[in-house]
């Protein structure tokens, strides 16, 4: 069973930025798209950034398009999301998790799987 484990998260004022990682355990994390997902309080999750295996292909949610910036290292078994002109509505817990490749679902939630377990991401005006 693969794990997924997110850090980097933390407190920061409006305007400034954070780099967050999720490590995964195993030998297949070149085989799955990565995404990052936030669930802000009182809100359902959402899709924040996705990237395919290769780390060619990305996709933002327009909230955060210009300001976030989703990687891969798949040496290190690691995705990251830089976030850069961090605003109060982005506080959340972000969450990574895999899909297979290939998936006919988007930009969404749907197909992902093993979830981390989060990492609070608060930002004060």
């Known amino acids: 069973q693969v794990q997924l484990v997110e850090s980097g998260g933390g407190l920061v004022q409006a305007g400034g930025s954070l780099r967050l990682s999720c490590v995964a355990s195993?030998?297949?994390?070149?085989?799955?798209?990565m995404g990052w997902f936030r669930r802000a309080p009182g809100k359902e999750r959402e899709a924040v950034a996705t990237?395919?295996?290769?780390?060619?292909?990305?996709a933002y949610a327009d909230s955060v398009k210009g300001r976030f910036t989703i990687s891969r290292d798949n040496a290190k078994n690691t995705v990251y999301l830089q976030m850069n002109n961090l605003k109060p509505d982005d506080t959340a817990v972000y969450y990574c998790?895999?899909?297979?490749?290939?998936?006919?679902?988007?930009?969404?939630?749907?197909?992902?799987?093993?979830w981390g377990q989060g990492t609070q991401v608060t930002v004060s005006s």
């Open positions: 195993g030998r297949t994390f070149d085989l799955y798209t």
């Open positions: 998790a895999r899909r297979p490749s290939g998936s006919v679902y988007g930009f969404t939630t749907r197909g992902f799987s093993s």
């Open positions: 990237i395919n295996t290769s780390g060619a292909n990305t």
